[in-house]
């Protein structure tokens, strides 16, 4: 049987692990800090729909406290930035005769571009997925994971393309797990629509909701669309998926996107790999992309400031972005 060795245990990660050990999968969860000690002592309270659930599973603090099999899959499902270093971590790590680096499949579950260019460097086989989730993970031992029935969406392919039987295994099992996957033979393009979808969370995470806010969304988005076209990149539609719907539950109501949770956990964010992308494509085309660049900018700012989610005004976004 396949053993999933799940590398992150936030929102995605967690949520992964926890659906495939209901579904009667081996897991195993990689997990860091005061998260992995709560896990640790109480284990993993899972919030539904339906009710919470504390589920003990196997978690481990890295690689040396691992024994890897060539069963295994490994799942990086931490953030972006954290994504080199992981790989790193577990690329150089024994599996039989060799390493995982060679021996094992590694599965990307990140937002952005860049963390499969980092996988490929070192795995021979990488799969690449774009997730949508609306799972939260904010609080140390705990992951509250809203959607039903289907907990989430995967498009998945093999990076940069083509197809592998094992990745129908994996997909089969996800699906068993109650996610809706659709196994993609061109991931990149995929990608790159979430990209673009996603580009405002750091504007979620800095201003609350108003109409100004909306119009920089939009513009960062436009700005990201002629990025890829200059830059010759497909950029995919994320169709809706009707089995895959966001429910309240009371005591829990989401806050808002992983960037937002990010600045709320004060841990470093993501967005030099979602407006910073941007501006790297831009850069290497011969383009600009000024608004990315402003975003980006800013929101590295607050993180390094420790300023409070949406704590910033509309004045602040004008300055951030002039003539916006």
């Known amino acids: ?38 896990l640790r002592a109480e284990g993993l309270r899972y919030v539904r729909p339906d009710g919470t659930t504390t589920l003990r599973l196997p978690v481990v603090g890295g690689p040396g406290e691992l024994e890897l099999r060539t069963d295994d899959v490994l799942v990086l499902a931490t953030k972006t930035q954290d994504a080199d270093t992981a790989l790193s971590a577990w690329a150089w790590q024994p599996v039989g005769k060799g390493v995982a680096a060679t021996e094992l499949p590694v599965f990307t579950l990140q937002n952005g571009l860049d963390s499969e260019r980092g996988a490929l460097r070192r795995f021979e086989t990488v799969f690449a997925s774009v997730v949508w989730s609306p799972a939260s993970h904010v609080v140390p031992g705990e992951v509250v994971s809203p959607a039903a029935p289907a907990v989430g969406v995967f498009w998945t392919g093999k990076y940069p393309s083509g197809a592998d039987p094992r990745l129908d295994a994996i997909a089969a099992d996800l699906v068993a797990a109650h ?26 995470a800095l201003y609350p909701a108003t109409p100004l806010r909306d119009r920089a969304a939009e513009l960062l988005r436009q700005e990201a669309r002629e990025v890829f ?32 949770q990010s600045l709320v956990r004060g841990v470093t964010v993501e967005s030099e790999f979602l407006n910073g992308e941007i501006v790297l494509l831009a850069r290497l085309h011969g383009r600009e992309a000024p608004a990315n660049a402003a975003v980006q900018a800013r929101i590295a700012r607050a993180a390094a400031d420790r300023l409070p989610a949406r704590s910033l005004d509309d004045d602040d976004l004008r300055a951030t972005i002039p003539g916006l």
């Not at 992150?8 to 860091?32: D, I, K, M, Q």
């Not at 990149?188 to 580009?199: D, E, M, Q, R, Y």
């Not at 010759?232 to 937002?260: K, N, Q």
């Open 179 to 204: 996610h809706t996957v659709h196994v993609v033979p061109d991931v990149v393009a995929f990608k790159a629509g979430k990209l673009v979808s996603i580009l405002p969370n750091a504007l979620d």
């Open 229 to 260: 076209a200059a830059a010759g990149i497909a950029v995919a539609d994320l169709e809706p998926v009707a089995e895959f719907v966001i429910h309240d539950i009371p005591g829990h109501e989401r806050g808002g996107s992983s960037t937002w």
């Open 1 to 38: 049987m396949t053993r999933y060795v799940i590398i992150g245990a936030g929102a995605v990660g967690a949520t992964t692990a926890a659906e495939l050990h209901l579904a009667g999968r081996e897991v195993v969860l990689v997990a860091r800090g005061a998260h992995l000690e709560a």
